[in-house]
């Protein structure tokens, strides 16, 4: 069994007593790479647990107490270790053995943090709230855009912990892509971390695309000629979705400056300089939020004066209609009384000079409506 499977058992047993005693089972069980999409379900809350030396993946030896006490006695190499929703039981054991803050235990297991970052001795803490579009046929008012999650890491001077939740953001073809770049992954740990943070960033900028479409679809919509038909909850769907992207970007940038400009001893100061980059990127999804969020305002306005003049338009053929009923209303009215004395009311011809003069102003009021644009 690998360290992985080794770990899968011993993460119940809350001690780093437990994590030796089950670690030293037998070990025949193939390790199962579970963080790659393509690969298992998830199993358990351990994704993977790996070691890299001089940014090269190396063997697994033994349970992961010796590994970590080998990699801290030769002072090179670090341990990724990686989780997915574990629960407080499960995470009990890891946490006593890297000395992890009981302030950022709490907030990884318990998930709905805000982006940010934070400095326990010396262990850095960061939270990212990963972000993926959700396909659909056709924009509703109940379209689900937008689906977000978390990864929490833990960083260390020899180690990284990852805590994923969600069932998006697998990190598994990252850590592919890290390790075709021995020179970068043997940076440390802080490699891993601008790796991550790079990785979330650029798919704030994939979303922000796709929602793009979505917004050039409704506007659309609103401007062709039946606009004023539009439905507006398809608009503040957009809105709604737009404003859960905005609480996963706007966040992290503090914590993306700090990595950029503050000296911190976890992170490597050549790692320093391509953060900066990733705060390039994530200024870039800023704007075109902000952008999106004005766009979407607008076409909300112009949709609501669409159907305001709509409105209008009905109302002025109503009054017209009203208008050219008015006339024989009026006059059948006036000689629908019963009075002996009235005049025309005995002449012979006076009936059809009634409804010939009734349908001649019902004509005038009709051509002058036409003319102005009222019918």
Known sequence: MSMAGNLRKV?????????RKVARLA??????????????????????CVTYRDGVRTPARGDLVDTVQRVRKS?????????????????????????????????????????????YGETLFAVFKTVCY????????????????????????????TVRHGRHGSLGPLREELESDPGQLAKGPSAVLHAIADHVVDDYLTVTDSVHGDIDQVESDVFSESGARTDPGRIYQLKRELLELKRAVVPLSRPLEDLATRPIRAVDPEIQAYFRDVSDHLLRAKEQIAA??????????????????????????????????????????VYGMNFDHMPELHWRYGY??????????????????RRSGWL
């Open 11 to 19: 993460t119940s047993l809350g001690g780093v007593g437990g994590l």
């Open 27 to 48: 070990r025949r069980r193939p390790r199962v790479d579970l963080s790659h999409p393509a690969r298992s379900p998830l199993g358990s809350s351990v994704v993977n």
């Open 75 to 119: 002072r090179e190499g670090f341990v990724w270790l990686g989780l997915h929703e574990p629960t407080d039981q499960e995470f009990a054991g890891i946490a006593e053995l890297f000395d992890l803050h009981p302030l950022a235990v709490e907030d990884a297991i318990e998930a709905h943090q805000r982006p940010k970052l934070e400095r």
């Open 134 to 161: 959700v396909e659909h046929e056709e924009l509703t008012a109940t379209s689900e855009v937008v689906n977000t999650g978390e990864i929490m890491l833990f960083v260390g001077a020899d180690f990284v912990i």
């Open 292 to 333: 999106f969020d004005e766009l979407l305002n607008s076409i909300l306005q112009a949709h609501l004066a669409q159907v305001t003049v709509a409105q209008n338009e009905d109302m002025r053929k109503i009054t017209a209609w009203a208008a050219i009923v008015a006339v024989p209303t009026m006059v059948c009215g």
């Open 352 to 369: 059809g000079m009634v409804i010939g003069v009734i349908s001649v102003a019902c004509f005038a009021l009709y051509r002058g409506f």
